[in-house]
Each structure stands twice: as C-alpha cells, then as structure tokens.
C-alpha cells in the first residue's frame, strides 16, 4: 500500500549557517557599530542579546531572512518573550520548533478524516503516516494539507509505492 510520512524538522547546519550570516551582518552594519549585539545557539535554542528594542527587532529581521534565504521556513522559529538582561540589554529566546506534538498529530489525523478521501492517518512518535490505496488519494491528501493552517512547517517525505 502506498504511504508517506508527515515531519517538521530543521536542518540544523543550515540553521548555524544562517547564524553565522546574521553575525557577520551585524559586524558590517553601520547601525550595529559600537554596539554589543550577539547570537547564539545551544541545541534548539536561539539567544539573542542586544542593546536595546529596536536592536532586538532588527535582529528578529535578519535571523528571519537569513533563515528563509537558506530554505529554512520563517515558521520554525518561535519567539519568546523579550527580558531584560544585565547591563541595560534586552534578551529573547528563540525556539526551533522540531517534530509533531499531539495536538498537532490530531489536528492532522482529524483534518484527514474529515476531507473524506480514502486514506488513513495514524501517528508514530512524532510524525504522522498516511497510508492509501491509490497514489492519486496520497497526493490529494499533500495538497488538503498544504492549504491547512497549520503554525509550523510540515515535510512529505519517504514516500513509498
């Protein structure tokens, strides 16, 4: 029978590499000069430090579109809420978002159910199966689930006939 499992993962190199992009446009910007910005990655967490909120904003925007440019969606990055740290500087955690939780798992599986093609949604760990009896049902059921509004990117992949 052919199935396909559903996935949100983050390659991580790219997300060093886009790290690595956002620190070298800080040294060279103009409006960073003189100050004390930095970014940083210990597993799935990104900390940014910087002087102050319009920094800190600036920083959002580039890990943003240096993250985008290396392919990586935008939707991966969950931003926490802004502290203030030592020093009159502004500190904000970042999580990748990594795997299907539950709610999500059931978010999927339900939504599957109820498009009514025929194909089935069963969850394993922290991706989702589906399974079909056609390619064709496969396929319509990667597009109803493009169109879900769903707040974190999902991968196709090992797609097998």
């Known amino acids: ?15 060093n590499n886009a790290l690595d992009g956002v620190r070298r446009e800080v040294t060279q910007r103009y409006d960073f000069k003189g100050s004390s910005c930095e970014i ?15 920094k800190l904003t600036q920083m959002q925007e580039l890990l943003k ?6 392919g ?10 802004e502290e203030a740290a030592s020093g009159n500087m502004v500190r904000q955690q970042v999580t990748l978002k990594q795997g299907i939780d539950r ?6 599986t339900t939504a599957v ?3 009514k093609l025929k194909v089935q949604a069963a969850v394993q ?37």
């Open 40 to 54: 940083t990655i210990e597993g799935e967490i990104i900390t940014i430090l910087a002087d102050d909120d319009l």
């Open 103 to 108: 709610e999500l798992a059931k978010k999927i």
């Open 125 to 161: 760990g922290d991706e989702v199966r589906i399974t079909g009896k056609k390619r064709d049902d496969l396929q319509g059921a990667i597009a109803m689930l493009k169109e879900l509004n769903i707040e974190q990117p999902l991968q196709f992949e090992n797609f097998r006939d």
């Open 72 to 81: 990586i969606d935008a939707a991966a990055l969950d931003f926490g809420k």
């Open 113 to 115: 159910k109820q498009s």
């Open 65 to 70: 579109g240096h993250v985008t440019r290396r």
């Open 1 to 15: 029978m052919p199935s396909f499992d559903i996935v949100s993962k983050t390659d991580m190199p790219e997300v």
